[in-house]
């Protein structure tokens, strides 16, 4: 798999590859990409390697069913025309009789993520089938089963089921790792997040079978462009949100209209069906709205970059191409010159309305088994019986919006604000309505070559402004490319996220690549609407991922634009969802009553008993029904749950359960104070290793002179405990909410070597005092000089190729560390906890492995950790009296040797027992047990 990232060359990598197979007498190669309009830049890289442009054979030229001639060639398809049959002629028969089934050369799946999705998975409404094109990719791999495969793609998988087509990595079923099929494979991946991700492209690196470059991020810019929504803006959102609050209400009384719901849900189905029409609707149209609303600012910063001599490109997803043949074929051809049609977001809406709104009535029947179910309802002629009550309720709906005020699509804003001699169109579109001088509207008809030649147009300074869809999104390129006469620096907006991460990344990539003249300025458009977090959450989660399968690293996948704060569906975020429909069902969310927030958002938190529901609304429809809400309630309830967030975050972070990935450890020395090889794979010799690490961290402790400007700065109080005598500042930290849903607030307590946060009243009532700066100097400096300088303890870690024994290690706690040993040796591997550690070692054939005996005593005494020592002995943790204590079980019979060790014994109920002294004698008196236990 070539997983380079977008820009770095992979076409011309594909062409090698082909060159390579070419020099050796296998002159017959198949190459697949995404678009057809892609074979351009195949001729392009295949010539700049010396190859003829007739070795390119464009198989759609071919009629399907007919033999292909040529005796050698590239032969160049894209995934739709692979997968295209008819009358029982397929493209792959064709392909597969023209290379025959002993094919050895090469195929090249370019953008091969189009083959995601080729294993059916479970969806929420169901079995979600595989893609053909996932299919068809496989059964060609299957087809020619010696031949050379390469996957290609920036982006290869957004999650790991997107990895099922990539069969021949060996990732299953074939005994180099523990998982038998693809679904377990997926199902074990998925289970351990995205720290497992990243040790998928880890060891493919390892293994030689994945490379994943990526260009130099160095002098690229980032700058988000938030656009504050004005008062007129905002009060036309606030209406499409109450407008559909009032959809909503009439969607439900039309299905009790049709009978598909009443006193129960007659017809599951129709009605999953109404709701999730409605609910998409809902979503693209207030997407729509929202990059709509950002044109007015958008088109101010384009002249601004234009005026600073940058050239511009705007990445967008949707087109609104369907909705707009629709509506031209309401207008007959003759008014095309002049026309008189609205295209705003608006007319999604309306046509939901008018085409997918329930109003066929249906008969409620009785099962055999009793229970009450409806079907459609059709009169004697077969035709379906209309409700006209239903029929009435979206009349009145479509009255609602003609009244509302019309915003135009975003692409319609810029193109008739700058005009079309300007702006370089490329997208899938073939008509589109332009604005002449007058302000007359007409028609602009786009042959199949408008694309290429739009592009040619921008790269040769023509046009100062491109704009791409998805249809434009991959594969091609508009940067600032030093063989063109367009040099100028781009600004990059993506205007619309959409909803797929891997998209917005290619979108990046057209602007970034190699050859350049200089590098671009990406500038996310966001605005202040909260709710708009929902999109730019999916492509920060999917970004996650995609970093973790592609690099090996989360971090890079959105190299660096969202922010992990931004990704809102993580388990944290769904504690933190829990914890606030937790509050408003309890009634201790005052702003957002129970009634109120599940009239507003139709989601239901109450269960039939009238108790709360224990299957809560998911994370992502929760996200979706904020966004149509009105501005200053999406606010407030926004406000509330990213402070829950932020609570969850900091006791992941305070417990060290927060998962981020691969962490780089950092510490004043590491050294490997044991390494012992555990598994070496047999065809590459690749080895994995268990390390057992010495850590020796500086303990960073603040003078006081540092902490009075600490102090200082942050308006905190000084502090001595009158008990101890220790020292500590006081500041003001974020509150909390008690069970009453009451605000708390809180103060942080900074110390020498730690941070306790405290609420206000639990401070005020303890033995901590405000003192003066001379006395605070004095305890503090006492408690510095009193501190060791550095601490010492042991990290566990098994390194190197880890899928094959993927299935030993424990998989409740997937962390990945990256640390750099005191010699310069850099190390990458799984952390073993502590408490795991026996049973790791045990699986992996490393018998007898102890931890050190300071490690054991502070595992027992603190976590409760059971070790069984040499001669049968075990060291546990035991309560006498409420007081915690290291207890040596079956040891009796050593007592004295053990004792002048420095063990003691006790008669408790009428029974000797021997234990370990606790405290700073513990690790040394252990260690004597162990060595006379032998």
């Not at 590459?684 to 390390?691: A, D, P």
């Not at 974020?734 to 009453?740: C, G, L, W």
Request: proline share 3%; net charge neutral.
């Amino acid at each position: 798999m070539l997983g380079d990232g977008t820009g770095a060359g992979k076409g011309r990598q594909c062409a090698g590859i082909i060159l390579d197979n070419w020099c050796q007498e296998r002159r017959k190669a198949i190459w697949v990409s995404k678009s057809s309009a892609l074979i351009e830049d195949a001729r392009r890289d295949w010539c700049a390697l010396g190859g003829s442009e007739k070795d390119i054979i464009d198989l759609s030229n071919i009629k399907l069913g007919d033999p292909i001639l040529f005796t050698q060639g590239i032969l160049f398809c894209t995934y739709s025309t692979l997968r295209s049959q008819k009358n029982g002629k397929s493209r792959l028969k064709q392909i597969v009789e023209w290379t025959g089934k002993e094919f050895q050369g090469a195929i090249s799946f370019d953008e091969c993520h189009s083959m995601g999705n080729a294993m059916a998975q479970e969806g929420t409404l169901g079995l979600v089938s595989a893609s053909q094109q996932g299919i068809v990719g496989l059964r060609l791999q299957n087809a020619l089963p010696q031949a050379r495969v390469v996957y290609v793609s920036a982006t290869g998988a957004t999650k790991v089921s997107n990895l099922s087509y990539a069969n021949r990595l060996g990732l299953w079923q074939t005994g180099d790792f523990p998982f038998t099929s693809r679904e377990d494979f997926v199902e074990s991946i998925e289970g351990g997040g995205i720290a497992a991700m990243e040790v998928v492209a880890r060891d493919l690196k390892a293994l030689g079978l994945y490379l994943a470059r990526s260009l130099s991020f160095d002098g690229v810019e980032y700058e988000m462009l938030e656009i504050e929504l004005t008062p007129t803006q905002e009060r036309i959102y606030d209406s499409y949100a109450d407008a559909f609050q009032i959809i909503h209400n009439n969607l439900h009384k039309a299905l009790e209209a049709c009978n598909i719901t009443g006193a129960k849900t007659y017809n599951r189905a129709a009605k999953m069906s109404a709701m999730s029409q409605f609910e998409s609707h809902k979503q693209r149209f207030f997407n729509h709205l929202l990059t709509s609303m950002k044109c007015p600012q958008l088109i101010k910063a384009i002249e601004n970059d234009l005026a600073q001599g940058n050239a511009v490109v705007i990445q967008i997803v949707s087109t609104n191409e369907e909705l707009l043949k629709r509506r031209l074929n309401e207008v007959a051809p003759e008014e095309w010159q002049d026309l008189n049609l609205d295209l705003t977001p608006r007319e999604y809406v309306l046509d939901y309305l008018v085409s997918a709104f329930p109003i066929h009535l249906h008969e409620i029947h009785s099962g055999v088994d009793g229970d009450e179910r409806s079907e459609p309802a059709f009169d004697a002629d077969g035709s379906p019986i209309v409700s006209s009550k239903a029929v009435a309720l979206r009349d009145a709906l479509v009255d609602k919006l003609a009244s509302l005020d019309p915003i135009p699509g975003a692409l319609e804003q810029l193109l008739w604000h700058f005009g079309n001699k300007q702006i370089a169109e490329v997208t899938g579109r073939s008509k589109r309505v332009l604005k002449d001088d007058s302000g007359r509207l007409f028609v602009d008809s786009r042959g199949s070559g408008a694309n290429i030649a739009e592009t040619n147009a921008f790269m040769a300074g023509d046009k100062q402004i491109l704009i791409f869809s998805d249809a434009g999104g991959t594969g091609r390129s508009y940067h600032a490319d030093l063989n063109a006469v367009n040099r100028k620096r781009r600004s990059h907006y993506l205007l619309e996220a959409g909803w797929r991460a891997d998209n917005a990344i290619q979108g990046l990539g057209r602007s970034h690549r190699t050859n350049q003249a200089s590098a671009p300025v990406f500038r996310p458009v966001t605005t202040n609407v909260r709710g708009e977090r929902r999109f730019i959450s999916t492509i920060a989660r999917r970004l996650d991922s995609l970093g973790a399968l592609t690099r090996g690293q989360r971090q890079t996948g959105g190299n660096g634009i969202f922010d992990t704060k931004d990704n809102l569906e993580s388990q944290y975020a769904e504690y933190a969802l829990y914890e606030l429909f937790k509050q408003i069902f309890q009634g201790r969310f005052s702003e957002v009553p129970l009634g109120k927030f599940e009239e507003m958002t139709g989601l239901s938190l109450t269960s039939h008993e009238g108790g709360m529901k224990i299957d809560l609304p998911p994370l992502r429809q929760f996200l979706n029904r904020l966004l149509a809400l009105t501005i200053r309630m999406q606010n407030v309830i926004f406000e509330r749950f990213e402070l829950l967030l932020s609570q969850q975050i900091e006791t992941a972070i305070a417990n060290g359960i927060f998962e981020a990935g691969v962490e780089t450890l950092k510490a004043e020395g590491f050294n490997i104070e044991s390494c012992e090889s555990v598994y070496i794979h047999p065809t590459t010799s690749s080895v994995t290793n268990y390390l057992k690490i010495e850590r020796v961290q500086k303990n960073n402790i603040k003078t006081a002179a540092e902490m009075l400007e600490f102090a200082a700065k942050y308006q905190g109080q000084l502090m001595v405990n009158a008990t101890s005598g220790n020292a500590a500042v006081s500041i003001p930290t974020h509150s909390i909410f008690d069970s009453d849903g009451g605000v708390v607030p809180r103060v942080l307590l900074m110390r020498p070597q730690k941070e306790t946060r405290l609420p206000v009243d639990k401070l005020s009532s303890s033995t901590w005092q405000q003192v003066s700066a001379d006395a605070f100097v004095a305890a503090w400096s006492r408690e510095v000089d009193a501190l060791p300088k550095s601490t010492t303890d042991y990290l566990h870690l098994v390194t190197g190729i880890l899928l094959p024994i993927w299935k030993v290690l424990p998989q409740k706690n997937s962390r990945v560390f990256r640390l750099q040993t005191s010699d310069g040796q850099k190390i990458l591997g799984r952390v073993v906890h502590a408490s795991d550690i026996q049973t790791v070692t045990e699986q992996l054939g490393l018998k007898d492995k102890l931890l050190s005996p300071q490690e054991l005593v502070s595992l027992v005494f603190n976590e409760g950790y059971s070790q069984e020592l040499p001669g049968g002995v075990t060291l546990r943790r035991s309560f006498i009296a409420g007081e915690p204590r290291l207890e040596l079980l079956n040891a009796i019979s050593l007592a004295d040797r053990l004792m002048a060790a420095g063990c003691f014994t006790e008669i408790i109920n009428w029974r000797k027992r021997m234990f370990v002294p606790t405290g700073d004698r513990a690790a040394d008196v252990l260690a004597a047990v162990i060595e006379i236990l032998g």
